[in-house]
């Protein structure tokens, strides 16, 4: 091997290091990319069997689903019949059992992998319902604060399965337990700081983003389409004063789209465009009653923007030819 291609190879396997690390493929990927780039190196070939781990995932996946139903079902019918701490204890069971086995596969890719954080999703919605159980029913607590319990507990250990296995569902976890948190908080302090709700999740949507784009936040896809959706749709559901965080949804669609684009993230893309689909007619109507006008102006530059943007696409296109 010349020295142009061992740089070259090297250069691959560094670049390979680096989406590995910051979870875009996985180790097993990143090797058969490495191995194709090596011409001296037979290609490295799929792991014999895979049907067996995909086999193992659905198993895992049925088992899980036939549990949490049948859970369901005993609990309508025999719930009120438990005693409290029997009905902490199942649920303690649960966790440990979810946890325990996601510990098992936590290691794996593939299959086993996607099985140890559904695991791990289910252990924490399980711990936050034993806070809620033990909370309401063996001390007494109000229900403002045993919502804030359950909430905080859930965060905690969100963040931590996060923090050993910053996976999809783990980051999925932590978003819902985070925005659980919030709305659990401004109620606990007063009814009426519960309006600001809308307004605190566009906030979190803001700094998700901007922790994903740090990197801080792994993996980055689905850090993207969280915080897009918290802050594209937060502020649709503000009570007061109403108008004018209509209009911040309206430039937070837009940015979304423009960052999006800039970024070649088609996700945060759509969710832009369809936060405007809903932000812009409620802000006309919000603004303006049942006034067509407006909705003719806003078709226009619609229309507008339309034309312009193919105008732009296509002059490039024309210079190349």
Do not use: C
């Amino acid at each position: 091997m010349s020295e142009q291609e061992a740089g070259t190879g090297g250069s691959v396997r560094e670049t390979l290091a680096r989406a590995v690390a910051a979870g875009v493929i996985t180790p097993e990927q990143a090797e058969r990319v490495a191995a194709l780039a090596d011409p001296a190196q037979p290609p490295v070939p799929a792991r014999p069997g895979v049907a067996v781990p995909v086999l193992g995932e659905v198993l895992g996946y049925l088992g899980g689903a036939v549990t949490i139903v049948t859970a369901i079902v005993l609990g309508n019918e025999l719930w009120d019949s438990l005693a409290v701490a029997v009905r902490v204890l199942v649920l303690v069971a649960v966790t440990a059992a979810a946890v325990g086995a996601g510990a098992g596969l936590r290691e794996h890719r593939g299959p086993a992998g996607r099985l140890a954080g559904f695991l791990w999703l289910i252990a924490v919605v399980a711990l936050a319902g034993t806070v809620a159980v033990a909370a309401d029913g063996l001390l007494g607590w109000e229900h403002r604060d045993t919502a804030l319990a359950a909430a905080v507990v859930g965060l905690v250990a969100a963040v931590l399965l996060w923090w050993v296995r910053p996976e999809t569902l783990q980051q999925l976890a932590l978003f819902a337990t985070a925005v659980a948190t919030l709305v659990a908080a401004l109620d606990r302090w007063s009814a009426d700081a519960l309006d600001l709700a809308p307004i605190a999740v566009w906030l979190l949507g803001l700094g998700w983003l901007a922790a994903t784009a740090s990197g801080r936040l792994r993996p980055p896809a689905i850090g993207w389409i969280m915080g897009s959706a918290a802050a594209a749709f937060g502020l649709l559901f503000v009570d007061w004063p109403r108008s004018p965080w209509l209009l911040v949804a309206v430039l937070t669609g837009i940015g979304l789209v423009a960052v999006g684009v800039r970024g070649q993230r088609w996700p945060v893309v759509a969710i832009g465009i369809l936060g405007l689909l809903f932000a812009v007619p409620i802000t006309l109507g919000e603004f303006f009653g049942t006034a067509l006008l407006p909705v003719w102006i806003a078709l226009g530059i619609g229309l507008a923007l339309l034309v312009g943007g193919v105008y732009v696409l296509r002059r490039p296109a024309r210079k190349q030819v």
